[in-house]
């Protein structure tokens, strides 16, 4: 069955730079493309980037200088980077598989990211 | 970027009708999904592309709109329905969620 797994460090310091990795099982990444998308505590969604099956990459543009989305198909596994961590950054960050049509039609539990000194 | 906006919050008794709105700030097309969150847990798919039910999903729930207007219906609401849903575009870039619509019973 199709699942996707998030990881990375709980708690990273104000100007470091945060490195998540999502792990996928159940279904190729040269087949699906998969995003990351954050929900600060108590708040909405927002979608910060998506690479896709082809590998090519997006990024949400408030965000586009600060990030780097790649993959490793031997690993099955997507990984974000995000440099110049501000307080603002801290929340749950999930991978998600997406579609053509771009909707997510599987998302992982979530890993939560603080960010404090 | 392509606003979407929702009511924050709507409450409604078991077994009744609701819909939940989505407006789009541009036309996204037929290009808008809707997911539905509980606390503590990860998004779900409901509806992908306007009214498309995803597998697995209750009947009770339906989509519709193109365009800029687009509307999820819960008939009839049950109690496991409480949650929030989001409305999410996927027909411009960057791709956005809407706020979400925290749904409680009565």
């Known amino acids: 069955q199709v699942q996707l797994k998030e990881s990375g460090p709980g708690l990273v310091q104000p100007s470091r730079t945060l490195s998540l990795t999502c792990t996928v099982s159940?279904?190729?990444?040269?087949?699906?493309?998969v995003s990351w998308v954050r929900q600060p505590p108590g708040k909405g969604l927002e979608w910060i980037a998506a690479i896709w099956s082809g590998g090519s990459t997006d990024y949400n543009s408030a965000l586009k200088s600060r990030l780097s989305i790649s993959r490793d198909t031997s690993k099955s596994q997507v990984l974000l980077k995000m440099n110049s961590l501000q307080t603002e950054d801290t929340a749950m960050y999930f991978c998600a598989r997406f579609t053509g049509s771009g909707y997510f039609d599987y998302w992982g539990q979530g890993v939560m990211v603080t960010v404090s000194s | 970027d392509t606003v979407l906006t929702q009511s924050p919050a709507l409450a409604v008794s078991p077994g009744e009708r609701v819909t939940i709105s989505c407006r789009a700030s541009?036309?996204?097309?037929?290009?808008m999904h809707w997911y539905q969150q509980k606390p503590g847990q990860q998004p779900t798919l409901l509806i992908y592309?306007?009214?498309n039910l995803e597998s697995g999903v209750p009947a009770r729930f339906s989509g519709s709109g193109s365009g800029t207007d687009f509307t999820l219906t819960i008939d009839p609401v049950e109690a496991d329905d409480t949650a929030t849903y989001y409305c999410q575009q996927s027909w411009n870039d960057p791709w956005t969620f809407g706020g979400g619509t925290k749904l409680e019973l009565k």
């Open positions: 159940g279904f190729s990444l040269t087949s699906y493309g």
């Open positions: 541009e036309s996204v097309s037929t290009l």
């Open positions: 592309l306007a009214s």
